[in-house]
């Protein structure tokens, strides 16, 4: 009896095996992989080296009414981007807008980032990482000079912010 009971103790302590990974894909439209290839040169920049040959990236249908872009993380799958082909979303959107906007689902896709909700003392979101705002370095529809309107000095703290999160605060949010 006492073997039998050692002899279960035994197997039902062996590692479970996991599902066989997906094989390494990479799909990403012509139009969006600029963008990526953005996001390795900037985190490359700053010490990083994501994991950025095993992605899909397509355009479709997002779950959400007001999302632009989902990440999907499935243990052993290929990570997957959809960006809405919502004309707001993509098609007329700013340059600087679309790549927020990827930018954004690849932190959460390939760097494991969450969502950010806290704000500067200006009202300006933290984070890239935000959920509401695809446009935090961009410029407005009608930009004139350096007035608010035209964030795009503020790209750099962005991407310092989504590939190191303990970027301090730059002196515009202060």
Known sequence: MLTLFLLTVVISCQPRTQPE??????????EVEPYVQRFRDETQRRGQKPVTDNLIVAFGGTK????CGQCLLEMGK????????????WKNASENERECLVLHELGHCLLNRGHRTNRFANGA????MNPND????????YPIGNDVCD?????DYYLDELIVPATPAPVWGR
């Open 125 to 128: 979101y933290v984070s890239l």
């Open 78 to 89: 290929t990570p997957r981007i959809t960006l809405s082909t919502d004309a707001y979303c």
């Open 134 to 141: 695809r446009a935090v370095y961009a410029t407005c529809a």
């Open 151 to 155: 964030r795009r000095p503020r790209r």
């Open 64 to 67: 959400g009414s007001d999302a």
């Open 21 to 30: 990974p997906e094989p390494k894909q990479y799909s990403v439209p012509a």
